[in-house]
Each structure stands twice: as structure tokens, then as C-alpha cells.
């Protein structure tokens, strides 16, 4: 298939600069006036779009005190899966509001969904595109219904094996999507760059044929950066607007600051990589002068045979190339020359 995906007219592919995905999350905290700042501050940064998430925590999990049902450990430990998302969720009724605010602001908004109903609460808002979180990949009957919507897909990786990443890519080429990536995840929270391995994001594109990304969740910037050398056209990163806000998901986001140099250094490293290319450069036309070149070094008068002596290889670069220095020894001069004149084929009789 091929490795292009377009959202509100931004075209994604190998060839264009990579797509910046500020995910808001849960980093509202529980207020929409934060929301809307978060939107802003994502358009102020130059990020592409602001990813939300679609669920309740009733279509998410149930309310029950089991074992199974708590969390133990990590970041949210103490918490039942029902208290995490009940604290955590976007509000469905914020969802007009923020998609409204979106638009007027001139940024992309569009959202993962955790179950059919909140497909259909996106289909009604009009979302772009949708993107299946990395938990959710083991979900196909959510991979079918979001990919038959025909609307573009990203589908994150974390916590997957590479049968189950085959098996996410099967179900939403068979249900009609056209427009698929796949981002590189891993689903701690926060996590270790070391454990990104960030070389298989060659692997996948060359394995799955699709256009591929990062789902980044280390605190820095390093790891997104260096992934756009190695084909990672999409890149989404957690956002808040302070890291000492306590929610849940604050402490392991990136702040406005940040924001803003991830776009900046995404797209340079992008502007780096280029194409192959060993023609001098713009920039380097100026310091000719630093090369080594051939040079006169004695007064001499036409009809003279140059010497070794009269030549030497010196900076700056106006003369002929210091290769040439055996055909010039033993060759005529053919006008005078003072030292510090680069030697050219014009002056001289070849022998």
C-alpha cells in the first residue's frame, strides 16, 4: 500500500516532514479551560495536531473491588483501573466544544477511541482520523469498526509482539482502511530510551510496507529526534501544560518549552537527512579559500620551465587542484607570473 496519509490537507509520507502529535490525554485535569489552553499552546508550538481520548470509565472496565481489577504498582498505584479512568477521561460532552475550538484555531484534533460508541460520538464530530492506543491492539473488532470508517489510522504498538502488530495491520487492511501507519511504542510510563530500539522502525516499514512513527513516552526529546533518521514520519508525544500540575498523567509529558523544540528539532533532522548528495554546498561556496591549492612562489617570466620549487600546494583554494602538481613541474610558462599567483591551465605549455 502506499505510505501516505492525509489529515485536513497535510499530507504525511517518507517525503514530507514529520507530523507532530501533541497528545492532551488526561492533562486537562478534570477542567476544559485547561483543554482549551492545551490546544493552544500545541497550535502556539507548531505541532500538527492534539490527540485526545474517547472512553468512559464505564466503557473501559467496571466498577468492582477484585483483584484483578486494581492496580498494584507504577505510576497510578493504589487506584482501581475505575478510579483511573474515572479521574482521567475527557468528558464526551467537552468533545463539540473542543472539536469547535480546533477547528477555529486552525489545528487538527482527533482521538482515540476505546470502544464502538465512542466511534461513533468521533464519526458524528467529524474527527479526521483515529488512532488505536497501544492497549487496545489485541481489540480487533475496534480495529475493524474505526478502519471501516474510512477515515486514516494509527495504530500504536506498545505491549504488542510482531504477530499481533501483522494481525492489528491485517484486520484494518481487510475492513477497508487506506491510509494506515503504525507507531513504535513502549507502553511504560515513562519510559527508558534504551528499550525504544529504535532500529526497528526500519524493520517495520521494510516488513509491513507501511508508513511508520513514534509514540514517544521518555521525558526528553532525544529519542524522538533521533527516530526521524531512522523513517519515523509521525511523532506523538504527551503534553501538558505543567508538570506539577498531579494528574495523572503530567509527570511523564513534556511542557510547552519542549513542545516547542520538538517540532523545531523533529523538522530539522528531517531537513538534515535529505537525499544523497556530494555536491558542494551552498554554504560551503565561501570558505574555498581554506582548500589547498596550487600556488606560484617564485618570480618568473614567460618561456620559463617550472620547477618544483617555484610551486607549492597552499591554502587558499583559487588554484589548481594539488594533484595536478607533476604535470605543472617541467611545463612552460607562458606569460610572468609574481609569487602568490594559483596556478591555471591558461598560463601554462604543457610538455
Given amino acids: 500500500m502506499k505510505q501516505i496519509i492525509n489529515i485536513d490537507g497535510r499530507e504525511i509520507s ?6 507532530i502529535i501533541a497528545e492532551m490525554s488526561a492533562n486537562h485535569n478534570g ?7 492545551l490546544l493552544e499552546s500545541a497550535k502556539k508550538s507548531g505541532a500538527d495536531a492534539v490527540k485526545i481520548q ?35 477521561h475527557t468528558p464526551w460532552d467537552w468533545h463539540p466544544e473542543l472539536f469547535d475550538y480546533a477547528r477555529r484555531l486552525g ?5 482515540s477511541p476505546f470502544d464502538n460508541t465512542a ?3 468521533l464519526e458524528d464530530l467529524n474527527a479526521p482520523a483515529y488512532k488505536i492506543a497501544s492497549f487496545e491492539i489485541v481489540d480487533h473488532g475496534l480495529i475493524r469498526y474505526a478502519a471501516s470508517t474510512g477515515k486514516p489510522l494509527f495504530i500504536s504498538t506498545g505491549m504488542a509482539n510482531q504477530d499481533e ?5 491485517e484486520v484494518a487492511l481487510e475492513a477497508g482502511c487506506q491510509e494506515l501507519a503504525v507507531l513504535l511504542c513502549v507502553s511504560a510510563y515513562p519510559a527508558d530510551a534504551k528499550d525504544y530500539n529504535l532500529a526497528t522502525l526500519t524493520d517495520m516499514q521494510n516488513r509491513y510496507e507501511v508508513l511508520v512513527g513514534l509514540s514517544d513516552h521518555t521525558l526528553g526529546n532525544t529519542t ?7 523513517g519515523a514520519r509521525i511523532v506523538e508525544k504527551h503534553f501538558t501544560l505543567s508538570r506539577a500540575n498531579g494528574g495523572p498523567d503530567d509527570s511523564f509529558s513534556i511542557e510547552p ?14 531537513q538534515a537527512i535529505g537525499k544523497a548528495d556530494y555536491r558542494r554546498k551552498q554554504g560551503e561556496k565561501d570558505n574555498i579559500k581554506f582548500r589547498r591549492s596550487l600556488y606560484f612562489v617564485s618570480n618568473l617570466s614567460a618561456g620559463d620551465t617550472i620547477t618544483d620549487t617555484d610551486i607549492r600546494s597552499i591554502r587558499p583554494g583559487f588554484g589548481l587542484k594539488p594533484k595536478y602538481d607533476q604535470e605543472v613541474v617541467g611545463a612552460i610558462l607562458l606569460q610572468d607570473v609574481v609569487p602568490g599567483t594559483p596556478v591555471s591551465w591558461e598560463l601554462l605549455k604543457l610538455r
Fill in 224 to 230: 524522538a529526534i533521533a527516530s526521524i533518521a531512522l
Fill in 14 to 19: 517518507p517525503n514530507h516532514a514529520p507530523y
Fill in 107 to 111: 489545528i487538527t484534533l482527533f482521538s
Fill in 54 to 88: 474517547t472512553y468512559t470509565a464505564d466503557t473501559l472496565t467496571l466498577d468492582s473491588n477484585l483483584p484483578d481489577f486494581q492496580i498494584t504498582e507504577g505510576l497510578w498505584q493504589g487506584k482501581s483501573l475505575y478510579e483511573l479512568y474515572e479521574s482521567a
Fill in 31 to 37: 477542567k476544559i479551560e485547561n483543554a482549551f489552553y
Fill in 119 to 121: 466511534v461513533d460520538l
Fill in 257 to 270: 518549552p519542549q513542545l516547542d523544540e520538538l517540532v523545531k528539532e523533529c523538522h530539522t533532522a528531517w
Fill in 165 to 169: 502488530i501483522e494481525e492489528a495491520i
